[in-house]
């Protein structure tokens, strides 16, 4: 009997301890309830947001000029491999590696001797055939021969004509000329080669002026047009070098979705060099008003983007379209107005209203 009123004593102790844990846990509770959230803690609901110290931009309008920055590779204005048109052994190299020529003036001379042997012989076979035909034309003329037989002879004086003419022409393929005036390249054979119409016996290139071949983005095809400025420096040379374009290409490439152009590009002095890489500056058109600001300003997001201003001393998020980027600055096409406060630093840490403090204004 004993045994059961200890136990029931001892139940009774357990449950009274419990209860008065309860209540003390539920006084300390209630306690920090009454004293609010830490301070600074954005989280809570209805709680005063601390003030995040941070840098601003005041947006105003300014002058920005439009560019395009593409890469081109500059290329001679005309340029050809020098060929023979027959086959046959080089008798004489009329020319110097590396010299300017003259339109017209003669290369390379190829043997000839046996169509000049075939010329005489021909004009010998003619001559003999016009005095056929005169001795004909005369006994024709009492009967002597029939029409048909000096009909013969007189195209037998017509067809070596003909055969002078190809024989010629053939003459004229052994002497190589300059097609146009330009600057020769290095000889690739020596007098007494065989050569054929495969052989690249040097390379004519006109260096002045050069052709520089670019290609800019599609969207930008309206804003481009025959007879626009470019500036490019090459590789190697700190000068700027400016050309203008000529030719637009007016097809836009599939693969890369860009339009090809090309400019003239004066090379008096000849620095430039075909095949040089360019890097190449074109200038669209200047906008006046345009409202620029930090670049870091921008938060991008998956369907817009957006800036955080100052409103009434609390952060304010705005969407926005943006333009033209330069290296630090970026274009804001709407959005923002002259006079804003865009925040520059912190913007990962703040949230909509939350309160701003400044520690450099721009």
Do not use: C
């Not at 007879?227 to 007016?250: L, R």
């Amino acid at each position: 009997m004993s045994n059961n009123k200890k136990t029931v004593r001892s139940i009774i102790l357990l449950v009274a301890a419990g209860i008065v844990i309860f209540f003390v846990y539920k006084k300390i509770a209630g306690k920090k309830a009454a004293e609010g959230p830490v301070a600074g803690a954005s989280g809570a609901k209805g709680a005063p947001a601390r003030a995040l110290l941070t840098d601003a931009w005041i947006v105003k309008t300014s002058d920005l000029g439009q560019s395009i920055e593409a890469s081109g590779t500059l290329q001679s204005n005309e340029e050809v491999d020098v060929k023979p048109e027959i086959n046959g052994r080089i008798t004489h190299l009329y020319f110097k590696e590396g010299t300017n020529v003259s339109k017209g003036a003669l290369l390379v001379k190829i043997y000839d001797e046996d169509l000049r042997a075939q010329l005489q012989k021909l004009k010998l076979q003619q001559q003999l055939a016009k005095t056929t035909l005169e001795r004909q034309e005369n006994l024709l003329k009492i009967n002597g021969i029939s029409q048909q037989d000096v009909d013969v002879t007189r195209n037998q004086v017509s067809a070596y004509g003909a055969d002078m003419e190809f024989t010629q022409t053939q003459l004229q393929k052994t002497e190589l000329r300059a097609p146009f005036s330009g600057k020769l390249g290095l000889r690739n054979v020596s007098e007494g080669a065989i050569v054929s119409s495969a052989t690249i016996i040097t390379t004519l290139q006109q260096i002045d002026p050069l052709k520089m071949d670019f290609s800019v983005a599609e969207k930008y095809r309206n804003a481009i047009k025959t007879g626009d400025k470019v500036n490019f420096y090459v590789s190697g040379d700190i000068k700027e070098y400016q050309g203008s374009i000529y030719a637009i290409d007016p097809k836009i490439d599939l693969s890369t979705r860009t339009v090809r152009l090309r400019a003239l590009v004066p090379n008096n002095n000849g620095a430039l060099f075909p095949g040089s890489f360019a890097k190449v500056k074109i200038l669209l058109k200047d906008l006046p008003d345009a409202i620029m600001i930090p670049s870091q300003a921008v938060i991008p997001g998956t369907r817009d983007k957006r800036v955080i201003v100052a409103d009434n001393g609390k952060a304010k998020f705005v969407v926005v379209e943006t333009g033209i980027r330069t290296e630090s600055n970026v274009q804001i096409t709407n959005g923002l107005q002259p006079g804003d406060t865009v925040i520059t630093t912190g913007i990962l840490q703040l949230k909509p209203g939350m309160e701003l403090n400044y520690n450099k204004v721009q």
